[in-house]
């Protein structure tokens, strides 16, 4: 059973910086080197919003434009953990935070994720 597990989510003035972190388990060890790892967003009154996406064993990533020199996407294996590091956080970037994971290749659209986290809130005062 592969379960993600999302951590770091908090307040934050505008201009600061969270890391957010997702644990992941249940991965055979030999499918890991084909996970690619996601991190969306969403609020009430959007769709979920991909933000960016990293390769496990290559660490190749991709970025939206709406955070590409923002966030930082990352991982550790050793912690079988990947992160997101939001930096120069606006108001506009208040969501509930989610971690996906896919078999096989990046992706931007969240219906290509085959797990999610249980999300973590995000608030950005002004």
């Known amino acids: 059973q592969v379960q993600l597990v999302e951590s770091g989510g908090g307040l934050v003035q505008a201009g600061g910086s969270l890391r957010l972190s997702c644990a992941v388990s249940g991965y055979a060890s030999d499918t890991f080197n084909s996970v690619a790892m996601g991190w969306f967003r969403q609020t009430p009154e959007k769709e979920r919003e991909f933000l960016a996406t990293?390769?496990?064993?290559?660490?190749?990533?991709y970025y939206a434009d709406s955070v590409a020199g923002r966030f930082i996407i990352s991982r550790d294996s050793a912690k079988n953990t990947a992160y997101l590091e939001m930096n120069s956080l606006k108001p506009e970037d208040t969501a509930v935070y989610y971690c996906a994971a896919r078999v096989s290749g990046i992706a931007s659209l969240a219906s290509r994720y085959d797990f999610w986290g249980q999300g973590t809130q995000v608030t950005v005062s002004s």
């Open positions: 990293i390769t496990w064993r290559e660490g190749n990533t």
